[in-house]
């Protein structure tokens, strides 16, 4: 399973697993919440999976709820509606390690250069959708060892 990146253009990023059709609902977010707590327990003093701001001690929280039911989330290049225009951008995993990221680091005014310099990172991403149950037979071996 390949991650995906993106700036929400609000307060945080946005990691997605393409997912083949192949699940419902539930199965999807059954895997999103296990996930998450495998990477929170294994990188505790980095990661949590605790909702309550007053819980996270200077840990980034693995928000999942983006796959509740009902729930939204920011399209890749959406204009956000807050002061300045930022825009969520998909970035490379290798943008990870930039000390100038910032979820609203691109905005209307610098946006379209970075168009103009970089290919879209998320260009494929249809062709790296793993199966569900794969993903869930990846993370149990993870799991185990």
Known sequence: MSPFVMTTGSRGLHVVAPL??????????????????????RHA?????????????????????????????????????LPGAPVATPLDVAELGDRKLDPQRWHLKNFLRRLCQKS???ADIGRHAAATTRAFDALHELSDN
């Open 20 to 41: 083949q059709a192949d699940s419902g609902f539930d199965a999807v977010r059954e895997l999103a919440r296990d996930m998450a707590a495998w990477l929170a327990k």
């Open 120 to 122: 879209d990172p998320w």
């Open 45 to 81: 003093n980095e990661l949590t999976v605790e909702q309550r701001r007053n819980k996270h001690r200077g840990r980034i929280y693995l928000d999942v709820m983006r796959n509740a039911y009902g729930q939204t989330a920011v399209v890749p290049y959406a204009v956000r509606a």
